[in-house]
């Protein structure tokens, strides 16, 4: 049973209480069988004595087990709170088998009372609370979630390292289509978790300058292009390989210059962690990703592979909701289903893209396809986005 | 074996006692013991069967169940006793030492039967937990036989001194049995009032007037054959309690008065009714009396609580904690509990009513604008999740709100432990965003506290210290000006019906014709 470090705290008072009477201050009881075991001894030693082997005990069921040694003047024991008899034995005598009685108790002050002993009293104290409420619950809900999504992205970030450096193996090795496979396998990983990672600068440099942050050097593309910055990361290799069809010194710079800004990025991003809000709203700026340069075109202008990294927003939103959804579940179980069943659509829709062929799995996301069907994935994606837009604050709100 | 021995000894001797007068009692009237030992025996072989069922499936007596069963047996018991010692004191004089065997004035058959269910009810009284503890001495590997055959023995003397009673019940005449053991039964059924008692607060029915007001160990030193006679038979423990001493003396001296009151002495009927009568007035006077002047519970419940940071002790939290009626005040903030849901909740062992309550308020005066910059000071250095420079250039419409969360645990108007804290959340819109974010900061822009408080660990202290105190006083305060006075007025009521009505033979036992 573990307490809380309010609950710790609380003990401290309660346990000087106990430090008045004779028996010294001993740790909690240990937990066996879902109840802490307390064994009391009577034994016939300085007229008759009633001995613990803990004086105090976590909340929540405790089962004392009383063994009458040597003590034949002593056959009954009881656990009292004030007048009340919570518990009692009768009929101790020595040589008896240890007979047990087991109760729940709540926080607070007790007394093993056995008549005839020459301390007839022992004080017993019980620390913190027996059981959990359901609002803290929500609470413990979001911080598993948020927990395991932390594992997650740790996951994403480990493969993503792997991912660029095997595209850098195939760039120095100048296979031009190995590399243009590679890059499509690297991709998705960037794609998954890029909120929870954009966000990062290099050290002792500020967030507004391109020069420094770590998003732009590793997926900056030719739509926000910062002159002063120049080309740098997936999309500087990309446009190498798709548009010029060569690898060339600048192409193996800048993939092993990508490489190093991912290790970077690993290194920064772990052991960070999240608030349930920074789901949500990660969620959420993956959606207007998917919208704003998915549907577009503009973020793989050169692959087109843009519907394989659509996949991958749509995939690490729906994991950090996934991982929101049992706290949200007890907030608002309506938009929890709604958001589940958007999600669930969208999945589907995504389905008919599908082309095991192509680079990445999915079908090429060309002028032609774009023409024919961005309306109605914008549409999709619009459905997913309003209900997704309310969780920040529902979790933000609910400690 | 000295132990088991003295263990069995007394929990037979109750047993034993009961029947043994009984038997007595039957046997001076000539009557036939079939059906008390139909009783007696069938009281031992459930007994048994209880006990060794529960033996076999591992499981403990209910031990306040059994208590509950003890209490109201004694009860019962005491009930049967008292009716027997008064039939006897009727009739004693005018038995003149002769065992008079009248088949006409014999029992009925139902009287037979009832006293049959008392010898069934008394050897059952103790019958399981005997049982439970026999079978446990048996199977005691450590001492083994020796401790098994002690309580063996033990049980063995009490049956014999029970026997003894029946016998010298039967050999003297009625009359003379009754003039010499009737002290005897009526300190024995005082006795039974004691244990009554009890067992009334083992079973959790009886909680006022605990206090020890004796230490008897001189007497009945625990562990000696000297207290399992006198505790087995007498009923008297080595630490009686203020409720017992008066209940014994509530019993036994108005019975031995009525019994040994010198019959020269005794009033003519008219007396003795118009006697009734007053005694009556004096008790319904007594019962007003007491229900009305016993003081109320005087304790004091501290009305504020200072506050400490979590996880540190130092009180410099903000102003204190104060309950007025439905409204928490923290100095100028006042959080209302009525619309909160009341879950009652066993709070640091007390009683409590456990309540959550959420506010938000905007904050008045923040900057409406922000920029990325200022946005990723606030959250600690980096731009916040969901917040990307390209696409989100800022600057946001910033909303901030504050979260007031405050858990309340109350026990009647006492405040007996709270914690809470407070957040501000940000709400972000426009700027590159399609939808809004939603984050929480650590400082509020007017730079108010934010963070987890808890009320003073000390001041939660002393609010359940105030309130155990107030829950004893309470349940003293219940027994001594509610429920003692029903009881005297009860009696009252008894007294004034028998002054009203005319002197009638005893009811239970009907009277022998002469």
Redesign the interface.
């Known amino acids: 049973m573990n307490m809380s470090?309010?609950a710790r705290?609380?003990a401290?008072?309660?346990l000087a209480a106990t430090a008045l009477f004779a028996q010294p201050a001993l740790a909690d009881a240990p937990t066996n069988n879902g109840a802490a075991q307390v064994a009391i001894t009577l034994t016939g030693e300085n007229g008759?004595a009633c001995v613990l082997d803990h004086d105090s005990a976590a909340a929540g069921p405790i089962t004392f087990t009383v063994t009458n040694e040597s003590?034949?003047?002593?056959?009954e024991l009881?656990l009292l709170?004030?007048?009340?008899?919570l518990?009692?034995?009768?009929?101790l005598?020595?040589?008896?088998?240890a007979?047990?009685?087991t109760v729940t108790?709540?926080?607070?002050?007790y007394r093993i009372y056995c008549?005839?002993a020459a301390e007839d009293t022992v004080a017993f104290t019980?620390t913190g609370?027996?059981?959990q409420?359901a609002?803290s619950a929500i609470g413990d809900l979001l911080d598993e979630g948020t927990a395991g999504y932390a594992n997650y992205v740790e996951g994403m970030v480990g493969a993503m390292v792997t991912a660029s450096e095997r595209l850098a193996a195939k760039v120095d090795e100048g296979d031009v289509e190995g590399a243009k496979a590679a890059y499509a396998q690297a991709r998705p990983f960037y794609e998954r978790i890029?909120?929870?990672v954009?966000?990062?600068?290099l050290p002792g440099t500020?967030?507004?300058d391109n020069s420094g942050?770590l998003?732009?050097l590793i997926d900056?593309r030719a739509s926000?292009l910062d002159p002063a910055v120049g080309w740098h990361g997936f999309h500087a290799v990309e446009r190498d390989l798709f548009e010029k069809g060569e690898i060339t010194d600048e192409t193996k710079a800048y993939a092993a210059e990508l490489v190093k800004n991912v290790k970077m990025l690993a290194d920064l991003s772990g052991g960070i962690e999240?608030?349930p809000?920074?789901?949500?709203?990660?969620?959420?700026?993956l959606?207007?990703?998917v919208?704003?340069?998915k549907i577009s075109g503009e973020e793989e202008a050169y692959s087109h592979i843009d519907l394989v990294d659509f996949a991958a927003n749509i995939e690490g939103a729906h994991q950090a909701f996934a991982f929101l959804e049992p706290g949200l579940k007890r907030i608002d179980p309506d938009v929890a289903e709604t958001i589940a069943q958007r999600f669930a659509d969208v999945q589907t829709m995504l389905e008919d893209y599908r082309d095991p062929d192509a680079l990445g799995g999915y079908k090429i996301y060309d002028a032609e396809l774009r023409k024919s069907d961005a309306v109605k994935l914008s549409r999709a994606i619009q459905m997913l986005?309003?209900p997704?837009?309310r969780i920040?604050?529902k979790v933000?709100?609910a400690? | 074996m000295?132990?088991?021995f003295?263990?069995g000894l007394r929990?037979g001797l109750e047993a034993a006692l009961i029947v043994g007068i009984i038997a007595a009692f039957l046997r001076a009237r000539g009557e036939r013991l079939h059906e008390m030992w139909l009783g007696v025996a069938a009281a031992v072989a459930l007994s048994v069967g209880v006990g060794g069922g529960l033996a076999l499936i591992e499981a403990?007596l209910p031990?306040?169940a059994q208590e509950k069963l003890e209490c109201v047996i004694a009860a019962v018991a005491v009930v049967f006793v008292t009716l027997m010692v008064l039939w006897m004191t009727r009739h004693a004089a005018g038995l003149k030492g002769q065992i008079e065997r009248d088949a006409d004035a014999a029992l009925g058959q139902g009287s037979r039967i009832a006293l049959a269910a008392m010898a069934f009810l008394a050897v059952l009284r103790e019958g399981f937990?005997?049982a439970?503890?026999l079978l446990?001495?048996i199977?005691?590997?450590?001492?083994g036989h020796?401790?098994g055959l002690g309580?063996a023995l033990g049980l063995a003397a009490s049956v014999a001194l029970g026997w003894a009673i029946a016998q010298g019940g039967m050999r003297l005449n009625l009359g003379r049995f009754f003039r010499w053991t009737g002290v005897f039964l009526i300190l024995v059924a005082a006795g039974l009032v004691l244990q009554t008692l009890r067992s009334a607060?083992?079973a959790?029915w009886l909680?006022?007037g605990?206090q020890r007001i004796a230490d008897l160990?001189w007497l009945v030193?625990?562990?000696t054959v000297r207290s399992a006679l006198i505790t087995g038979v007498l009923g008297i423990?080595?630490?009686p309690r203020l409720i017992e001493l008066l209940g014994w003396i509530a019993y036994l001296v108005p019975v031995a008065a009525l019994t040994y009151w010198p019959r020269a002495l005794r009033p003519d009927p008219r007396t003795a009714q118009w006697l009734r009568g007053s005694l009556a007035v004096a008790f319904a006077a007594l019962a007003v009396g007491i229900a009305a002047l016993w003081p109320q519970p005087q304790v004091t419940l501290p009305d504020h609580a200072p506050r400490g940071l979590?996880?540190d002790?130092d009180t410099s939290a903000g102003p204190d904690l104060r309950l007025q009626g439905h409204m928490l005040e923290m100095g100028a903030t006042r959080v209302d509990l009525t619309g909160a849901e009341a879950?009652p909740?066993?709070?640091?062992?007390?009683p409590s009513l456990?309540r959550?309550v959420?506010s938000?308020t905007e904050i008045a005066g923040a900057p409406g604008e922000i920029d990325?910059?200022t946005l990723?000071q606030l959250a600690g250095g980096?731009?916040?999740?969901?917040?990307?420079?390209?696409?989100n250039p800022g600057p946001f419409v910033a909303e901030w709100t504050r979260?007031e969360?405050v858990t309340v645990w109350t026990a009647g108007d006492a405040l007996l432990d709270a914690?809470g804290?407070s957040?501000v959340?940000l709400?972000l819109s426009g700027g590159g965003?399609?939808?809004?974010?939603?984050?929480?900061v650590d400082s509020a822009p007017s730079g108010s506290a934010t963070g987890a408080w808890?009320m003073a660990?000390?001041a939660?202290?002393e609010a359940?210290d105030a309130l155990?105190a107030l829950?004893?006083a309470r349940?003293e305060h219940q027994f001594w000006a509610r429920e003692l006075p029903v009881i005297l007025f009860l009696i009252a009521l008894a007294l004034a019906a028998s002054a009203l009505a005319r002197a009638r033979p005893a009811p239970f036992f009907p009277a022998r014709s002469l």
């Open positions: 470090p309010r705290r609380r401290i008072p309660l008759g003590a034949p003047a002593i056959s009881e709170s004030d007048s009340r008899i518990g009692e034995k009768e009929n005598a020595p040589g008896l088998p007979s047990s009685f108790l709540d926080g607070g002050d008549p005839g019980v609370e027996s059981k409420r609002q890029e909120p929870d954009e966000g990062f600068v500020d967030p507004t942050n998003d732009y900056m926000n999240y608030r809000e920074d789901l949500a709203n990660g969620a959420a700026a959606l207007e990703e919208q704003s340069g986005q309003e997704l837009s920040a604050e933000a709100t400690s | 000295l132990a088991t003295i263990i929990e403990a031990q306040s937990e005997t439970v503890f446990a001495t199977s005691g590997a450590q001492t020796w401790a309580a607060h083992e959790g909680l006022a605990q160990n030193a625990p562990g423990p080595a630490d979590e996880g002790v879950t909740e066993r709070h640091l062992g007390l456990h959550q959420q938000q990325l910059a990723a980096r731009l916040p999740v969901g917040v990307s420079p390209a696409r979260l969360q914690q804290h957040a959340t709400r965003l399609t939808t809004p974010r939603t984050l929480r808890v660990p000390a939660t202290q359940a155990r829950r004893r349940i």
